[in-house]
């Protein structure tokens, strides 16, 4: 990538003040670090006036501010941008440099120093550290907006996601508090069962925050050991089966034989209890959830397929966004975190493979997940 940096020279000298363009026009400081190169555009003054005026017009990025200047010198200019100038570098130069001046065109904000007479290798040190700097604390200013803007987005769909249940809950509540129900028991049975259903799902959204916030800040210590995937699956089965029976639901994992890997047995967990749990959720009355392992190489494919509702192209395109959940009168009622599948895509990602879907609406919808046989530790 490409940038270019202004400069405004302010000298009372035209001879200085041109050396210094001529030693900056076709110089590019290269910062591979941050897959830059940054070249500068140069403006003069020949005062602090004109420099203020200039400023004022389109403000410089480095501002190399010559300290003796007839009128206002390079000191009262650098107290007056001071204020306004947060994202401008001034360099100071000078041949009358003392510790009082260096002293206070510090607290006035100076970022350098550069003493007459220099020679163009030293100012374009001097430039290669300055825009080095700008470009660092400009990224991390952006990062840090973005970091805010994240949080505010991330605050406001978890806000959206609590306000339903505990709006739902708190009717609930009233309810059984003012006996609304009338006097038949197995209303308000009714009624507290449906309150620990909203409960349930909160507590599910809370913990899939705080697998998520792990995941992705790298705090979730990980214990990776040999597991057999296929009993591993077994034994997510058995977990969800009660919920199947419900539904007239068949199980099965249709692959004979064990699968070792390396893994951590939390994560598989996390990622087959998802998996197994949608495709419960999501079926139709008396279907099928077929499970599958195919070993690919260094790899392990496992997939779920569904006699489910099935989603559009469009629909499985957004299916792995953090808090995506598809709502259909299909969907409605059947609760969910909207972050079980990003989940998945990310801890698939780190045993280096990945998860996909394929689905058909009406038909049913199958998740492949790839997961390397030997995970990279970390």
């Given amino acids: 990538m490409k940038e270019t940096l202004r400069v405004l020279v302010v000298d009372d000298e035209i001879g200085m003040r041109l050396a210094v363009e001529r030693a900056l026009r076709s110089h590019v ?8 190169d940054v070249s500068f555009e140069i403006a003069q003054a020949g005062s602090g006036e004109e420099a203020l005026e200039l400023i004022e017009e389109k403000s410089p990025q480095i501002l190399l501010l010559d300290h003796k200047l007839p009128g206002i010198s390079g000191l009262d200019v650098l107290e007056r941008v001071s204020g306004e100038g947060a994202d401008m570098l001034t360099i100071m130069i000078t041949a009358y440099a003392s510790l009082g001046t260096a002293i206070q065109a510090t607290k006035l904000g100076a970022f350098d120093f550069l003493a007459k007479p220099f020679t163009p290798e030293e100012l374009k040190a001097a430039l290669r550290k300055a825009a080095r700097h700008y470009v660092v604390q400009r990224q991390a200013q952006r990062l840090a907006e973005e970091k805010k803007q994240i949080r505010f987005q991330f605050l406001s769909v978890l806000a959206h996601e609590l306000k339903a249940p505990l709006a739902a809950i708190e009717g609930y509540l009233f309810i059984l508090r003012d006996r609304l129900a009338g006097d038949d028991p197995a209303a308000y049975d009714k009624v507290v069962s449906r309150s620990l259903t909203r409960v349930e799902g909160m507590r599910k959204l809370i913990l899939d925050l705080l697998d998520l916030t792990r995941i992705e800040s790298g705090q979730k210590k990980r214990e990776l050991c040999p597991v057999d995937l296929a009993e591993s699956l077994r ?6 089966q009660p919920a199947a029976r419900e539904r007239g639901v068949a199980v099965e994992l249709l692959t004979p034989g064990s699968f070792p890997l390396t893994a951590d047995k939390g994560e598989l967990e996390i990622v087959l209890n998802n998996l197994l749990s949608n495709a419960v959720k999501y079926n139709r009355d008396g279907g099928r959830v077929d499970v599958r392992i195919e070993p690919r190489g260094a790899q392990l494919v496992l997939s779920v397929a569904d006699t489910g509702i099935g989603m559009s192209p469009a629909e499985c395109e957004k299916l792995f966004g953090e808090f995506v959940r598809i ?17 998945v895509r990310r801890l698939a990602r780190l045993y280096g493979g990945d998860a996909i879907v394929s689905s058909e609406k009406g038909v049913g919808t199958t998740f492949a997940v790839t997961l390397d046989r030997e995970p990279a530790a970390g």
């Fill in 327 to 343: 709502k259909n009168e299909q969907t409605r009622n059947i609760p969910g975190s909207g972050l079980g599948l990003s989940i």
């Fill in 235 to 240: 034994a997510c089965i058995e977990t969800v």
């Fill in 29 to 36: 400081v290269p910062l591979p670090e941050l897959d830059l």
